[in-house]
T-cell receptor, first 115, second 114 residues
């Protein structure tokens, strides 16, 4: 158990819908990262937050957004869903966003299926 | 963008054999990480490397941070059936505003025959 929790474990929805994925980082970690894992693209970085502020963006679609709340949990919002958005979505957390210690610990993931 | 080439893509070995896999990059990293992922689960951190030339062990696992900062390898000695899974290398970019973004290799699928 990494200490990172994600809900829900599975999500099945229809095209055009909007969903919210939730992540709670390890106790003491200030940075939260979101990754998407699909068969054809592998593990891809989406976005990072540090202590409530956005710090880095990867190949995140405009239909996707995220935020980190004062209690440090984070939510990833996916809207206008398409079939191609079906994937595993992982949250990871680490102590710091810059410096020597960037060991990221991953949650169990949310499997999103868009029908 | 930056790419990591991980090889081999898959390995089929007998229990007790040693395993070696590696990652190469087109540019330097300041951190290399190795993860293992079981089906339907999140990646689990195995080893973290922070200095060029660093050699680190974790039980039967040994990893090295290449001296050029553009490569890393992972060795597993005396494999056992529970070593089955997908192994990923990941790198953290050096400098700029890229801290925190991990770039992952494509993964090595390891199968161990008892």
């Amino acid at each position: 158990d990494s200490g990172v929790t994600q809900t829900p474990k599975h999500l099945i929805t229809a095209t055009g819908q909007r969903v919210t994925l939730r992540c709670s980082p390890r106790s003491g970690d200030l940075s939260v990262y979101w990754y998407q894992q699909s068969l054809d693209q592998g593990l891809q970085f989406l976005i990072q937050y540090y202590n409530g502020e956005e710090r880095a963006k990867g190949n995140i679609l405009e239909r996707f957004s995220a935020q980190q709340f004062p209690d440090l949990h984070s939510e990833l919002n996916l809207s206008s869903l398409e079939l191609g958005d079906s994937a595993l979505y992982f949250c990871a957390s680490s102590v710091a966003f810059r410096g020597g210690n960037n060991e990221q610990f991953f949650g169990p993931g949310t499997r999103l299926t868009v029908l | 963008g930056q790419q990591l080439n991980q090889s081999p893509q898959s390995m089929f070995i007998q229990e007790g054999e040693d395993v070696s896999m590696n990652c190469t990059s087109s540019s330097i990293f300041n951190t290399w990480l190795w993860y293992k992922q079981d089906p339907g689960e999140g990646p689990v951190l195995l080893i973290a490397l922070y200095k060029a030339g660093e050699l680190t062990s974790n039980g039967r696992l040994t990893a090295q941070f290449g001296i050029t900062r553009k490569d890393s390898f992972l060795n597993i000695s005396a494999s056992i059936p529970s070593d089955v899974g997908i192994y990923f290398c990941a790198g953290d970019n050096a400098g700029g505003t890229s801290y925190g973004k991990l770039t992952f290799g494509q993964g090595t699928i390891l199968t161990v025959h008892p």
